[in-house]
């Protein structure tokens, strides 16, 4: 029997998938990839380092595709997974950031926050440039927020942390930012 990816919906390319159709769970990241990659680069700060990131979130999905229990969206699932890659492959380089940037007051960090948001080639390289000096739990969460789009809660439960202590990365997450963007 022939199978039409292209036509079929999340649910059925999962079962699919599931089943270890591979060109399923093709079809169902396919949507996704775009987003993948970039909480993989805002995390990494680095694009070699975030496409080996993306490549073993791809693989882990692949592997724990059966894993998936449909509690959240799919995409918010593979973007947890981004998540935890890209922190482990930044945690393996131990990068150095920034002493304690984030618990510093910043009074720009308005100006930050839609800087993050801007598409012009010298702002995404400034906040490229901030994201990494960021500490990778701050940066992790504030990309989550603002690039995956995921909830304060999501994000709590993709870093198994309390959901006040997610508030409070994001926040210091912004006001490190804001400090950095102002320099």
Not at 59 to 78: K, P, V
Not at 113 to 132: I, K, Y
Not at 149 to 170: F, H, N, P, W
Request: hydrophobic share 50%.
């Amino acid at each position: 029997m022939r199978r039409d990816y292209g036509g079929a919906d999340e649910a059925v390319l999962l079962r699919w998938a599931v089943a270890g159709d591979d060109r399923a769970f093709a079809a169902l990241v396919e949507p996704h990839g775009r987003k993948l990659r970039a909480v993989c680069l805002r995390i990494a700060a680095d694009e070699q380092l975030a496409q080996d990131a993306a490549q073993d979130a791809l693989l882990a999905a692949w592997r724990n595709i059966a894993s998936f229990e449909g509690r959240a969206r799919f995409s918010t699932w593979l973007c947890q997974i981004a998540h935890n890659a890209a922190l482990a492959m930044v945690r393996r380089q131990q990068a150095d950031p920034v002493d304690d940037i984030a618990a510093q007051r910043g009074t720009q960090v308005a100006k930050a926050h839609a800087a993050m948001g801007s598409d012009t080639v010298d702002d995404v390289h400034a906040v490229r440039w901030a994201l990494g000096k960021l500490p990778p739990d701050f940066r992790a969460a504030l990309v989550l927020r603002e690039y995956g789009g995921l909830s304060y809660q999501e994000i709590a439960d993709a870093q198994d942390i309390a959901l006040d202590t997610v508030k409070s990365r994001i926040s210091r997450a912004r006001q490190g930012m804001a400090l950095l963007l102002a320099s």
